[in-house]
């Protein structure tokens, strides 16, 4: 079995996609690959919110690809630190509608609400097509995406530091 290829992408500012990321780390700016030195979050605000997916853009030996799960298994998130998402294993909302990314909203409302999980999830908790448990079809060969995962550190003014040493992974399988 010849496995499909995958990247993860992030979507900026007017709708610019970049995929080849050489990290996911969240700041001050809302640009892809940021240093967090040059745009550090000042405690007590938000970092931008990252929209990301995962997209197939060759499908190898496979038909489709489902059962998609990330989750933060390394790092620790730091006191005064709520590392929030959309992601969710039940009760999925369903893909999310690309919003310029923000760093300002932080209401009660806020939909992108639950914290990041920190273990492997036991179900499926990002979607395709809108919906959790439904698989991409990638015998076509032509690239698909998932539902965004959308991200954001929310800080409050005691907060040293937000996420030290995180890695974020993802996981799905592959249909011959």
Same mark, same amino acid.
Not at 48 to 64: L, N, Q, V, Y
Not at 105 to 124: E, G, I, V
């Given at each position: ?7 993860? $992408? ?28 040059? $745009? ?63 760093? +300002? ?6 939909? $992108? ?50 996420? +030290? ?12």
């Amino acid at each position: 079995m010849t496995a499909a290829t995958t990247d993860l $992408y992030e979507t900026n500012g007017a709708t610019v996609v970049t995929g080849g990321l050489s990290n996911v780390n969240m700041g001050s700016n809302d640009s892809y690959n940021i240093v967090t030195a040059t $745009y550090p979050i000042v405690a007590g605000t938000n970092s931008f919110e990252k929209w990301h997916r995962i997209g197939c853009s060759a499908k190898g030996t496979s038909t489709s690809l489902n059962n998609w799960k990330v989750w933060l298994s390394s790092g620790a998130i730091t006191a005064n630190v709520s590392f929030k998402t959309n992601l969710r294993e039940a009760g999925y909302e369903g893909a999310q509608t690309y919003n310029t990314p923000s760093a +300002t909203d932080r209401s009660a409302t806020y939909k $992108y609400s639950q914290t990041f999980p920190t273990s492997t999830p036991t179900l499926t908790n990002l979607g395709y097509g809108g919906t959790a448990g439904a698989a991409m079809d990638i015998s076509s060969g032509l690239t698909k995406y998932t539902d965004y995962i959308v991200s954001q550190l929310q800080t409050t003014a005691g907060a040293n530091q937000g996420l +030290t040493g995180g890695v974020i992974t993802y996981q799905y399988d592959e249909t011959s």
